[in-house]
């Protein structure tokens, strides 16, 4: 009986060690004291009609239902550079961190919702997304992860939701999984290879 007992406990244990080895589920820390410090002072509301002239040339001619083009022209080119109608998750984390300053909710939360459908890689970001044949890059940039998640601080923090304080704590861990290791932040971190790409990407 005391053998059965101890080969019990011997394969409980392997089990275990077992599943231990596999990928690392992240843990979900919320931040319990405010973010107000996130929320900067803005200029929006000064010299209002060029900045409505602005807002509106972006909305109706850069802002896409998956991004935003890298140029109003698409003048496509084969290049490691964005160009033409590529989208960068840079230039969606800034339309976000935008519309969560100026309180525009309604319009935060779609296009987040979208950010997430085109961009998101499970565990981060897709740096940017091809113009032409619209598929994504196997490779983050973790600043622009790291705007994004502000972004949604910032609309959490003014609008006093749970949900989305919740979602930015949600893919801060989960980012750290792969663009945060040994206590060193990543420039770059590559899902397919699982690897920092150590070359510069832009």
């Known amino acids: 009986m005391t053998r059965k007992i101890i080969s019990l406990g011997m394969l409980i244990g392997c089990i275990l060690i077992l599943v231990g080895c596999g990928q690392k589920q992240p843990q979900t820390k919320i931040p319990k004291a405010d973010a107000d410090h996130l929320t900067i002072t803005t200029q929006y509301h000064k010299n209002k009609q060029n900045i409505e002239l602005l807002h509106n040339f972006l909305k109706d001619s850069m802002v896409q239902k998956a991004g935003i083009y890298t140029n109003f022209n698409n003048n496509q080119k084969k290049s490691d550079n964005a160009t033409g109608h590529d989208m960068l998750s840079e230039s969606s984390g800034l339309w976000l961190e935008?519309?969560?300053?100026?309180?525009?909710?309604?319009?935060?939360r779609e296009f987040y919702k979208n950010t997430k459908k085109?961009?998101?890689?499970?565990?981060?970001?897709?740096?940017?997304?091809?113009?032409k044949t619209k598929k994504k890059s196997d490779v983050n940039a973790t600043l622009d992860d790291?705007?994004?998640?502000?972004?949604?601080?910032?609309?959490?923090?003014?609008?006093?939701?749970?949900?989305?304080?919740h979602e930015a704590a949600e893919r801060f861990a989960m980012l750290q999984t792969t663009s945060i290791q040994k206590a060193r932040v990543l420039n770059f971190y590559d899902v397919r290879t699982k690897k920092e790409l150590v070359t510069k990407v832009l």
């Open 118 to 131: 085109y961009f998101d890689q499970g565990r981060q970001f897709s740096y940017r997304i091809d113009g």
């Open 146 to 165: 790291l705007r994004i998640i502000r972004a949604l601080q910032i609309y959490a923090q003014n609008n006093n939701s749970k949900k989305y304080r």
């Open 98 to 108: 935008y519309l969560a300053q100026t309180h525009q909710n309604k319009a935060f």
